[in-house]
């Protein structure tokens, strides 16, 4: 059993202050149940990081039915791009009615596949590389994304403090793989001279790297 990094009532507190009003957003919310989205404060957080460096091309690793890529889309304004890849082409087709209805279709891209191969097609460097894959992935993902983000960009993942998992005597029992990939994730981040890095204990813990310049 992991542990609620945020007391719900401050999580609550925050979704009041700081939501707003997203008609879209909200149907998504209503619509996840069970599938696992970042929600209304993460996504706030991730638009907010986005537009403080004025992205404008933005990677997300693991989009599911779109609810990070909205808040994504709504930071990069138009003329930008939001790459969505996830490997349920279900979860996509959804994605693509939600963020069209939206109003948000001319800036995102919807990619079925693995993520990391359909990360090795596209070329160029982002502004954000935002990862939400399967965590035993999130090594790979980021030795693959740290040099494909633009000096003074970020690279941002979501999940990083696994439900207080990542601390010894937070039970992980049969998850064990999963928390040595957390861990090693979060040292390999830390400790990269090219960039440096927080964790924003919001909901699950968000890690927040911008990429060093020169
Ligand atoms: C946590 S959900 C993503 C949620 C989304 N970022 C949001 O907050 O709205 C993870 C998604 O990544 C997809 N996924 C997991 N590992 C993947 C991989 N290696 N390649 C592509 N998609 C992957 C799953 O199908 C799932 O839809």
């Given amino acids: 059993m992991g542990i609620e990094i945020v007391d719900p009532r401050v999580e609550d507190y925050l979704r009041d202050l700081l939501g707003g009003e997203h008609e879209i957003?909200?149907?998504?919310?209503?619509?996840?149940?069970?599938?696992?989205?970042?929600?209304?404060?993460?996504?706030?957080?991730?638009?907010?990081?986005?537009?403080?460096?004025?992205?404008?091309?933005?990677?997300?690793?693991?989009?599911?039915?779109?609810?990070?890529?909205?808040?994504?889309a709504l930071a990069v304004g138009p003329g930008g791009e939001v790459h969505m890849t996830d490997n349920d082409p279900e979860k996509q087709a959804r994605a693509t009615d939600y963020l069209g209805r939206a109003g948000l279709a001319?800036?995102?891209?919807?990619?079925?596949?693995?993520?990391?191969?359909?990360f090795d097609e596209l070329d160029g460097e982002f502004d954000v590389i935002f990862n939400d894959i399967d965590k035993t992935g999130y090594p790979?993902?980021?030795?693959?994304?740290?040099?494909?983000?633009?000096?003074?960009?970020?690279?941002?993942?979501?999940?990083?403090?696994?439900?207080?998992?990542?601390?010894?005597?937070?039970?992980d029992a049969g998850q064990e793989e999963i928390t040595a990939a957390v861990l090693e994730h979060n040292r390999a981040v830390a400790g990269d001279e090219g960039y440096r890095s927080t964790i924003v204990p919001t909901r699950d813990g968000v890690m927040v790297a911008v990429r060093l310049v020169g």
């Fill in 106 to 118: 001319d800036r995102v891209r919807s990619h079925v596949g693995q993520a990391l191969d359909v």
């Fill in 25 to 72: 957003a909200a149907e998504m919310e209503e619509a996840a149940g069970e599938f696992p989205i970042v929600g209304r404060v993460v996504g706030v957080t991730l638009e907010v990081l986005a537009r403080a460096i004025g992205a404008r091309r933005v990677l997300e690793l693991g989009s599911g039915f779109g609810y990070s890529a909205y808040w994504f």
């Fill in 140 to 171: 790979e993902a980021w030795r693959r994304a740290r040099d494909r983000i633009r000096p003074g960009g970020l690279y941002l993942c979501d999940n990083v403090l696994w439900s207080g998992r990542v601390v010894e005597g937070i039970d």
